[in-house]
Structure formats: structure tokens, C-alpha cells
């Protein structure tokens, strides 16, 4: 089986919602292509569907948990013929007046407060684990033998991390593709469409802690972590 990566250095761009075989957009199924300098991940959670590479003529069955990296300009479609989930990430090439603009960027300094007070509670990692833990059966089975009190740090260490960085910081993108290694089919295996849990959980926990949260904070926790869990997934 192929497994295809990204480029490196790329930036994300966004993403799709998860669709099924009922709400995939028509135009994902007709000829179509990205932008210069775009780059999609298109990720099958659940299913299956068709890719097929209008250019060669080349079509592929991509079975969940499996990934197609989709290139610029190239035409594409994809073909339903059952159940299935699927999601785009999208990625673009850095350039020098946008280089730091990244989807969550514009959120960054209220996810930051909102985080703070969470943290001042002292129990973020502690909720989120009990939280994620009990989200879906599968979690729990990557956590056997864990020292949960060296996972507890780890995982407020880098919520912290990535709240006050921007993905395309240096830093921030070292510890992302760090994750993605660890995190891939490779090392942990850990499913993409989990990632989905894990924001879920980030934001309960941030519900039940941060007494200012509302419906726009949730937006801007979302938004802003969304990109590093695309890099994370993408190394899947």
C-alpha cells in the first residue's frame, strides 16, 4: 500500500466539513482541481470511496482509514458507491506577505486568555482525560500502561503550546510533525478521524472551566487549534 506526505513546509489553508455519501458536494464528484500552490488531504474516516486521477486515467479505491494527497492543478473527481465519511484538509505554499496568516491566527489572543483561566484551575489535563477516555471505546486501548501523571503534563504542556503559537512558527511546526511521527500508522496508529474527539474534548474541558466561555470562544478554540491537528493528521 502507497503512502503518500505531503511536502514539506507547507501551510493549512482550511478545511472542509466531513461529509457522507449523502452530503458530498456534486462538485467533488466532477472533474475538478486546486489552485498553483494548493494542496489538499483528503482523509476517508469511515468506507470507502473512488479517487480517480483524471490526468492518468488512474483510479483508486482509499479504504479508512486511508489518505489521498491531492496536488495543485490536477484534475480529479471522486466516485461514491456506499456508505462513507470523508474530509479535506487543505495546504497551501508559504509565501513571504502570508507566511504567519493561518486560518486560527486572527483567534489567537482570545484562545490564549481563555486557556489561562482554564489553566489557573489546575485541572485541564485531568477533565480532558476523563472526558476523552469515555468519548469512544477505542480511545482507552492507546492508553494502557500509561503514567497518566506523565501524560497529564504532556498533553497541558502542549494544548499550551498550541494556543500561543502559530502553526507556521518555527517551533510550533517542529513539535506538530514531532506529534505526526509519533502519532502516524508507523508508530502509535492513531485514527485521524480521533483528532475530531480530541477537539471535542479540548473544548468540553474549556466549557466546564472558563467561566466566560460562549459559543464564539468555542469558534475560536476550534479554529485556531484546527490547524495543527491537520499537520498532525496529515503525517498519518
Known amino acids: 500500500m ?15 466539513l466531513t461529509f457522507n455519501e449523502e452530503t458530498i458536494p456534486d462538485a467533488l464528484k466532477a472533474e475538478h482541481k486546486l489552485a498553483a ?6 482523509h476517508v474516516f469511515d468506507g470507502q470511496l473512488h479517487y480517480v486521477n483524471l490526468e492518468t486515467g488512474a483510479e483508486r479505491a482509499v479504504s479508512a482509514p486511508d489518505l489521498v494527497v491531492i496536488p495543485p492543478q490536477l484534475p480529479h473527481r471522486v466516485s461514491i458507491n456506499g456508505p462513507v465519511q470523508c474530509h ?6 508559504p509565501d513571504a506577505d502570508h507566511a504567519m496568516r493561518t486560518p486560527g491566527e486572527f483567534a489567537g489572543e482570545d484562545v490564549r486568555r481563555s486557556f489561562d483561566r482554564c489553566d489557573a484551575t489546575g485541572g485541564f489535563a485531568e477533565i480532558f482525560y476523563n472526558l476523552f477516555l469515555d468519548s469512544s471505546p477505542e ?10 501523571d506523565e501524560q497529564r503534563r ?10 500561543t503559537h502559530d502553526v507556521s512558527e518555527p517551533r510550533m511546526r517542529e513539535m506538530l510533525d514531532q ?9 502509535h496508529n492513531v485514527l485521524p478521524r480521533l483528532y475530531e474527539l480530541w477537539l471535542d474534548c479540548v473544548c468540553e474541558t474549556a466549557t466546564l472551566l472558563d467561566s466566560e466561555w460562549d459559543a464564539d470562544l468555542e469558534r475560536k478554540w476550534r479554529v485556531h487549534l484546527r490547524p495543527g491537528l491537520q499537520i498532525i493528521m496529515a503525517a498519518y
Open 88 to 93: 479535506i484538509d487543505f495546504f497551501r505554499e
Open 37 to 42: 500552490g494548493r494542496w489538499g488531504v483528503l
Open 179 to 187: 506529534l505526526g511521527r509519533a502519532h502516524n500508522r508507523e508508530a
Open 2 to 16: 502507497m503512502i503518500e506526505r505531503l511536502p514539506q513546509g507547507l501551510v493549512p489553508g482550511g478545511s472542509s
Open 139 to 148: 480511545v482507552p486501548g492507546y492508553f494502557a500502561d500509561t503514567d497518566f
Open 154 to 163: 504532556v498533553l497541558r504542556d502542549s494544548v499550551h503550546m498550541m494556543v
